[in-house]
């Protein structure tokens, strides 16, 4: 195990090139520069996070606004100031429940379907960057550990 702390509890020496959290934030702030440009030079408007909310709702149309909030991790108000922006853009619909007046129901327009077929190609693309040179068992290995990282937070 790499040296992170130093014997000195008044000096805490921690170092960062040998720990994951940094190498993590660094390519993830890499890859969503680079996911943005690609979707500027594709000439398509739209954010990571609105791409993400388009393609729940390709998958699953009609999802319940706080089940959205959960899935995408973000809190209800955040979520809905995308939705807003995204319901200008004409790309969602947000339906009151029949059953339920107070839930809303988020629907995916014609011009969501299309916006969210378009960022396809440049999705294949950005997936095809990150795994450049990359082994099918490196690939595998590596879900493997953000899973971990992933469940170190979940864990009671």
Known sequence: MPYFCSMNKNDLFIDYEN???PWLGKTTKIVDYHLQEMFSANALDLTKEQMIVLKILHEKDGIN???LAFITLR???SLTRLISKMERKNWISR???KSD?????IHLTNSGRSIFQK?????KKMIE???LNISKSEKELFIKILQKIQTNFIKP
Do not use: D, L
Not at 119 to 123: L, N
């Open 101 to 105: 007046k107070r839930i809303n129901k």
């Open 75 to 77: 809190n209800k108000s």
């Open 129 to 131: 960057t990150i795994e």
């Open 119 to 123: 960022t396809k190609p440049v999705i």
């Open 19 to 21: 720990c994951i959290a």
């Open 95 to 97: 339906n009151k429940s």
């Open 65 to 67: 606004q706080n089940e």
